[in-house]
């Protein structure tokens, strides 16, 4: 059966990603990976992108607004329906996706980890950024968090695991994405997780790069045009995808995963999957 693991990094422009991450990039030339334009939901903000990514439905249909409105979805998702065909999972995400997916709201000490056989999400570890502003960032370390997903599918064996990092996002919203600050933030980024990339690929797992949405010139997101809402979509694995012209929808990304792993997509995911 295939294995997966989702790497969510929170709010890069699709530029940035084809010309600062050389190490994704010589996958791409190599032919190990594949990759695509993703377009995102409208708004672009983060928590309704989040909701999208998992539902397959827009903010207009799972009424997540902006960061401000989190509550558990009452409709299927990545999550349940993947718990539901005897699957495990993982995640470690911000605490936004243990709210949606799991039960809100969260609680720091009860929810922060977890490991729970029914799910839907079977093993979750979370961060809250709690306090985050514009001088002092909150965002944990990606090599931590890398680290963390790693360990939990070397030791827990999850079938499907999704992992979230706000640190491009944030740096995104304090420099803005055309500056040194963020030339060398994404050149971190990309050095830290391909020796991971390659660990989860010799482990057996496909693997899937992207973001949620992108970011403009002066920090923001949420609203239209291809700097807000279009990131890449690199993908690792033996599956046929359309030709690397086409523009990716985002609400496609939840039916894809499923049909990855071999689950039935319920009826709420209209989208087609890309990825057979």
Known sequence: MRKLLVIILDGVPYRNW??????????????EAQVWKMRSVLPSTSACCYASIHTGVPPQVHHIWDNADIRRLEMPDVFSE????????GAVTHSYWSEFFNRAPFDVVRDIEYDEPEGPITHGRFHTMHGYGHDNQMTPADYDLFGTLT???????????????CTLDSMGHRFFHDCTEMDNACGTMD?????????????????????????????????????????AFY????????????????????????NLMGVPIPATMKARPFLA
């Open 18 to 31: 084809r010309r600062l991450f050389g190490n994704l990039e010589g996958w791409v030339q190599s032919g």
């Open 235 to 258: 993908y690792f694995g033996t599956a046929q995808g359309p030709s690397p012209d086409t523009l990716l929808d985002q609400l496609a990304l939840a039916p894809t995963i499923l």
């Open 191 to 231: 050095g830290t997780l391909a020796p991971f990339v390659r660990r989860w690929r010799d482990a057996g797992y496909e693997v899937i790069v992207t973001a949620d949405h992108g970011q403009d010139d002066r920090g923001h997101h949420g609203g239209t045009g291809e700097s807000q809402q279009d990131f």
């Open 82 to 89: 993947l718990t539901k065909a005897g699957r495990k999972t």
């Open 151 to 165: 360990r939990l599918a070397e030791v827990k064996g999850i079938d499907y695991g999704i992992l979230h990092t």
